[in-house]
């Protein structure tokens, strides 16, 4: 069982900038974002394992950068050039892997509580 816990979120204008962080419990190969806005489905955001491998949803592309200290097991999200369509409340995953697993693709099996970000225009 691993625990995560987010931080980092809140409220910025149009063209800001935001860093999550997500701490997990114990090392774990894949962590990962998501987000879910209040009228939309859960959409994967960034994803990256232990190796260093990742991969970005297109809609994030450019602006956001996931990273993550192994050393720390803690994960994660540079977001700038914010729009409001970026408003969601995004969770960290983290899944079990190796050096064979997608991350992208695997059912995350561990979830934080979630950490709000509001982007106004």
């Known amino acids: 069982q691993v625990q995560l816990v987010e931080s980092g979120g809140g409220s910025v204008q149009a063209g800001g900038s935001l860093r999550l962080s997500c701490a997990a419990s114990g090392p774990i190969y894949c962590m990962s974002w998501f987000r879910q806005a209040s009228d939309k489905g859960r959409e994967g955001v960034a994803f990256?394992?232990?190796?260093?491998?990742?991969s970005y949803a297109d809609s994030v592309k450019g602006r956001f950068t996931i990273s993550r200290d192994n050393a720390k097991n803690t994960l994660y999200l540079q977001m700038t050039t914010l729009k409001p369509e970026d408003t969601a409340m995004y969770y960290c995953a983290a899944s079990p892997g190796d050096h064979n697993t997608w991350c992208a693709l695997e059912k995350h099996a561990y979830w934080g509580r979630g950490t709000q970000v509001t982007v106004s225009s």
């Open positions: 990256i394992d232990s190796d260093g491998d990742f």
